[in-house]
């Protein structure tokens, strides 16, 4: 079984840029599409974006000028940076890899336990 | 976008009794949707994928059915450490796909 473990900052300050790590174990993060997804506090879950091993990445509009995602597949790890954040990016940062289909996004099938980000001065 | 509503927003079972939620999608997603369950503290847990194959190791007792914009997630007796909260997400646009709000199962 796929374990994930999301790693970073727990407190980022207004306009700065949040940066987190998942780090993969238990399996090759190869030939699979790794996404972050967040939720604020009480709130649902909102999809931000997924990279492939290959590097190639896709983002959500509505977050698509503000981050950048990269891997590693030497350590097993993909990246997420978030930046100019604000108070509204407070939230709990997951990790998960999906299952893309040819055509369509995909499900998550494994997450990482999950991080919370702050964004206070 | 693609937005998914779910219904009801909480829904009150008492222990072995049946447990139905819905999903109703904007517009066609085919049998590209997924459930998952999520306790508090916890990760999102996946159920259902396909719209009605379940994920590895989850009960016989969780099911899935639907396709196009209606589905639907049958909890047929519910157990003690069913009670959480079920999120639907629909994956059929590229490269977006987007979860429901989430239904509420909580003891009655």
């Known amino acids: 079984q796929v374990q994930l473990q999301e790693s970073g900052p727990g407190l980022v300050k207004p306009s700065e840029t949040l940066s987190l790590t998942c780090t993969v174990s238990?399996?090759?993060?190869?030939?699979?599409?790794w996404s972050w997804i967040r939720q604020p506090a009480g709130k649902g879950l909102e999809w931000i974006g997924r990279?492939?091993?290959?590097?190639?990445?896709n983002y959500n509009p509505s977050l698509k000028s503000r981050v950048t995602m990269s891997v590693d597949t030497s350590k097993n790890q993909f990246s997420l940076k978030l930046s100019s954040v604000t108070a509204a990016d407070t939230a709990v940062y997951y990790c998960?890899?999906?299952?893309?289909?040819?055509?369509?996004?995909?499900?998550?099938?494994?997450w990482g336990q999950g991080t919370l980000v702050t964004v206070s001065s | 976008e693609i937005v998914m509503t779910q219904s009801p927003a909480t829904l009150s079972v008492s222990p072995g009794e049946r447990a139905t939620l819905s999903c109703r999608a904007s517009?066609?997603?085919?049998?590209?949707l997924a459930w998952y369950q999520q306790k508090p503290g916890q990760a999102p847990r996946l159920l259902i994928y396909?719209?009605?194959t379940r994920a590895t190791g989850i009960p016989a007792r969780f099911s899935g059915s639907g396709s196009g914009t209606e589905f639907t997630l049958t909890i047929s007796s519910l157990q003690s450490e069913d009670f959480a909260v079920y999120y639907c997400?629909?994956?059929?646009?590229?490269?977006?796909?987007?979860f429901g709000q989430g239904t509420k199962v909580e003891i009655k």
């Open positions: 396909g719209a009605s």
């Open positions: 997400q629909q994956y059929n646009n590229w490269p977006t796909g987007t």
């Open positions: 517009q066609s997603v085919s049998s590209n």
């Open positions: 998960a890899r999906e299952r893309v289909l040819k055509y369509s996004s995909g499900w998550y099938d494994n």
């Open positions: 238990g399996g090759s993060i190869s030939s699979y599409y």
């Open positions: 990279i492939y091993t290959s590097g190639s990445t």
